[in-house]
T-cell receptor
Framework: AQSVAQPEDQVNVAEGNPLTVKCTYSVSGNPYLFWYVQYPNRGLQFLLKYITGDNLVKGSYGFEAEFNKSQTSFHLKKPSALVSDSALYFCAVRDPPTTGGKLQFGAGTQVVVTP | NAGVTQTPKFRILKIGQSMTLQCTQDMNHNYMYWYRQDPGMGLKLIYYSVGAGITDKGEVPNGYNVSRSTTEDFPLRLELAAPSQTSVYFC????????????FGDGTRLSIL
């Protein structure tokens, strides 16, 4: 079965410092990996995805993610964090289309960026 | 652009009552999903649909029912509400291709007392 794990419940970072949110995955076959962000009282918003190709994926709001097959990781990164990046971040892996293309989410990582 | 619209935004139910959470999308997406979000648990899939007239169970379907009579609408029915169903419910949709991201509504916050 497809699954992802987010080992950190919360990440604290000062504004202007680099931000990393960790995610590891377990899949059979090719991984289809996604990052979503959730702001308070809102639904999830898509940030970026990895399907195939370059291991460094660029997404919305200056975020990028690095796919590492040997470490089965897909960490989300931002070179310089903003206070407005404070939110709940979810890593997800998508099932193959033959099983409905369902998303399996991690538990989420709360990011707190302090001024 | 409306995207995915969920109603109501908030609701309080008494134990044993029933209700329907509404979800509609205007993007002509074939795939639609219902999730529940509990603190520290991520999102769990309740039901999903790959097209009008086709629905299937997700990870946590007990106590819920769905129907999909049109491409646009995917209502979620709670029968005999229980305190364990207190949660935030999200509806999402996506095109038929697995590579495309899901689009989420803003959720319905439901309390069962």
């Amino acid at each position: 079965a497809q699954s992802v794990a987010q080992p950190e419940d919360q990440v604290n970072v000062a504004e202007g410092n680099p931000l990393t949110v960790k995610c590891t995955y377990s899949v059979s076959g090719n991984p289809y990996l996604f990052w979503y962000v959730q702001y308070p009282n809102r639904g999830l918003q898509f940030l970026l995805k990895y399907i195939t190709g370059d291991n460094l994926v660029k997404g919305s709001y200056g975020f990028e993610a690095e796919f590492n097959k040997s470490q089965t990781s897909f960490h989300l990164k931002k070179p310089s964090a903003l206070v407005s990046d404070s939110a709940l971040y979810f890593c997800a892996v998508r099932d193959p289309p033959t099983t409905g293309g369902k998303l399996q989410f991690g538990a989420g990582t709360q990011v707190v960026v302090t001024p | 652009n409306a995207g995915v619209t969920q109603t109501p935004k908030f609701r309080i139910l008494k134990i044993g009552q029933s209700m329907t959470l509404q979800c509609t999308q205007d993007m002509n997406h074939n795939y639609m999903y219902w999730y529940r979000q509990d603190p520290g648990m991520g999102l769990k899939l309740i039901y999903y649909s790959v097209g009008a007239g086709i629905t299937d169970k997700g990870e946590v379907p007990n106590g819920y029912n769905v129907s999909r009579s049109t491409t646009e609408d995917f209502p979620l029915r709670l029968e005999l509400a229980a305190p364990s169903q207190t949660s935030v419910y999200f509806c999402a949709s996506s095109p038929g291709q697995v590579l495309q991201p899901q689009h989420f509504g803003d959720g319905t916050r439901l309390s069962i007392l």
